[in-house]
């Protein structure tokens, strides 16, 4: 059974830095490009950008180029996003999102969110 | 840009046809995607490569595409429905997506 598992939920003050993960499991993690996906308070779902954890291969939305940044290890099957000094416009749900490899490119699975709240 | 266009919300009763668009240049070329969100919940897959349906999902969702817009389609819409849509393309080398901003489907 394919499963994303994230990191539990983070309370954290302006001007920290954080790091988020995302392990996957019941499949061949480093062949599927990873997603993370942003969701605001109330708003809508944010790609944020993908990374593929076989080669490290990454590309960011312009939204959030020089904001996060992802890594991978493929050893122990975990994908990371990290914060090096949090806003408080950061707080939000963040999901990891696998990229299915057949019948196009959609999220064919979702990690449960984690879910960031940035205040002083 | 790679944009995609969602009305905020749409309002049907029990048992009528919802329909909601998703709209954007890119979709002429690209598939479409479409995701229910429920509370709470992470997003499901409804309609991959704009018509098809997974496993699990019931009969009566569906999705058309005509040029640069692309409908999902829920006959027969029953309260459980009720969730926020988002369409979602990707650019031909999928490493590249964008959602639409979101629809709120109400049952009345």
């Known amino acids: 059974e394919v499963q994303l598992v994230q990191s539990g939920a983070e309370v954290k003050k302006p001007g920290e830095s954080l790091k988020i993960s995302c392990k996957g499991s019941?499949?061949?993690?480093?062949?599927?490009?990873l997603g993370w996906v942003r969701q605001m308070p109330g708003k809508g779902l944010e790609w944020m950008g993908v990374i593929h954890p076989g080669d490290s291969d990454t590309r960011y939305s312009p939204s959030f180029q020089g904001q996060v940044t992802f890594s991978a290890d493929k050893s122990i099957t975990t994908a990371y996003l990290q914060w090096s000094s949090l806003k408080a416009s950061d707080t939000a749900m963040y999901y990891c999102?696998?990229?299915?490899?057949?019948?196009?490119?959609?999220?064919?699975?979702w990690g449960q969110g984690t879910l960031v709240t940035v205040s002083s | 840009s790679f944009e995609l266009t969602q009305p905020p919300s749409v309002s049907v009763s029990p048992g009528q046809t919802a329909r909601i668009t998703c709209s954007g240049d890119a979709l002429a070329k690209q598939y479409t995607y479409w995701y229910q969100q429920k509370p709470g919940q992470a997003p499901v897959v409804v309609i991959y490569m704009d018509t098809e349906r997974p496993s699990g999902i019931p009969e009566r969702f569906s999705g058309s595409s005509s040029g640069t817009i692309v409908t999902l389609t829920i006959s027969g819409v029953q309260a459980e429905d009720e969730a926020d849509y988002y369409c979602?393309?990707?650019?031909?080398?999928?490493?590249?997506?964008?959602f639409g901003g979101g629809t709120k489907l109400t049952v009345l």
């Open positions: 999102a696998r990229r299915a490899e057949i019948n196009g490119y959609y999220v064919d699975y």
């Open positions: 979602q393309s990707a650019d031909s080398g999928g490493t590249f997506w964008v």
């Open positions: 019941g499949y061949s993690f480093p062949n599927y490009w």
